[in-house]
Each structure stands twice: as C-alpha cells, then as structure tokens.
T-cell receptor, first 116, second 110 residues
Framework: GAVVSQHPSWVICKSGTSVKIECRSL??????MFWYRQFPKQSLMLMAT?????????EQGVEKDKFLINHASLTLSTLTVTSAHPEDSSFYIC????????????FGEGSRLTVL | DQQVKQNSPSLSVQEGRISILNCDYT??????FLWYKKYPAEGPTFLIS?????DKNEDGRFTVFLNKSAKHLSLHIVPSQPGDSAVYFC?????????FGAGTRLFVKA
C-alpha cells in the first residue's frame, strides 16, 4: 500500500529554536497533505490543510506564523515549529491524499517533539 | 481479510434527524480511529478522531463513540443537514499503518 514517511520521528530541541518536520509520500503524488497534532491521551486535532503550490489553510486557533507549512512538491510537505516552547511539545502527524476518488488518506508514523 | 469494515454502503436520513454511521474493526492494537468525509471530486475532510483510551469524543454536531470490547465505533451526526451528504470513511491507525473502511454514502433528505 501507499506509504507516507515522516522525519524525524523524534526530536528534542531547546526553547526558542525552530524545528522542521518533513512528510513525504513515498510512492504516490499527494495532491493534498494534512497536519495534525495529538496531545497526550487526546485525539488528533487537525492543524492545517495544504495543497501543493498554494498556501496552507489553517484551522481556527492554530497560529500560522508559528506553525509554518510548506507544500513545495507533490511528494513533500514540511511543518516548521518556529521559536518552539515547551507547550509545543506534542506528537505531530501528517496525512496525504492521493487525489483519487477512492478517498484513501494515508498517514505518516508521526513525529514526537519535545521542547526543553 | 478486512481489518476495518463499514458494512453499510449507504444510509438515507431525513434532515434534522440523527445519522449513525458504523465501523467495525478486528485488530485490538489500533491506537486511534478517525472519521473523515469526502465529496465527489474533492479532497477528504477530517471530521473527528478518538484515541483508543477514550470511549467518546464530541465536536459540535459530530460525536464518535468507541466500544473497545465490541471493536466497534460509530459516528453520530445530530442534527443531520443536507450538506452532510457525502461518503464517510472510518480509518484505524496503529503500528504505523492506516487501515480504511470502504466508506458509507450518506444521503440527507431535505
């Protein structure tokens, strides 16, 4: 089946630094990619939707200047957490849509961010 | 072997009533579940998710219930609106894999 890869799977950084997380569709072109955040023991929260070559659409309450999303190609989307703080520590997951009308949405394995 | 099943290919509901979409799974190792909907020729729209340690999650008109002992989850939409007419997919995530149901087409009649 289709594979979506995230990198890094785990990152620790100091407060105030920026961290970039990559989401790649390995064997298909992703028209649309989604970024989610999961707080401990909570459900996924959709952060933003990005279409290749256009600006991401952010969900209400998500700071677009803090969580920069770039979808520069059909196989790569990046999420940059700028000036990270401990409250940004979370599990970030991406998903990618093939563009097919079957509706299949493939998820990455997630990236755990810990901000010290 | 289908690990995630949506046994009803379609469902028709009157506007204002409750829509209940069902999903069954076989693997107890799934970490969380989510629902999303899709209109024809458009991308999927994420609706709601639930962690495997919860049994209910509510967001506006959408509520997802998880019954781990029965390996069953359901999506309730109350009240249903004509704009809710779409195909609804459930998906289960676990072990870096995503398993999808086949989808249920919901028709909400005005």
């Amino acid at each position: 089946g289709a594979v979506v890869s995230q990198h890094p799977s785990w990152v620790i950084c100091k407060s105030g630094t920026s961290v970039k997380i990559e989401c790649r569709s390995l064997d298909f072109q992703a028209t649309t990619m989604f970024w989610y955040r999961q707080f401990p023991k909570q459900s996924l929260m959709l952060m933003a939707t990005s279409n290749e070559g256009s600006k991401a659409t952010y969900e209400q309450g998500v700071e677009k200047d803090k969580f920069l999303i770039n979808h520069a190609s059909l196989t790569l989307s990046t999420l940059t957490v700028t000036s990270a703080h401990p409250e940004d520590s979370s599990f970030y997951i991406c998903s990618a849509w093939t563009g097919q009308d079957t509706g299949e949405l493939f998820f990455g394995e997630g990236s755990r961010l810990t901000v010290l | 072997d289908q690990q995630v099943k949506q046994n009803s290919p379609s469902l028709s509901v009157q506007e204002g009533r409750i829509s209940i979409l069902n999903c069954d799974y076989t693997n107890s190792m799934f970490d969380y579940f989510l629902w999303y909907k899709k209109y024809p020729a458009e991308g999927p729209t994420f609706l709601i998710s639930i962690s495997s340690i919860k049994d209910k999650n509510e967001d506006g008109r959408f509520t997802v219930f998880l019954n781990k002992s029965a390996k069953h989850l359901s999506l309730h939409i109350v009240p249903s609106q004509p704009g809710d007419s779409a195909v609804y997919f459930c998906a289960a995530l676990g072990g870096f894999k995503t398993i999808f149901g086949a989808g249920t087409r919901l028709f909400v009649k005005a």
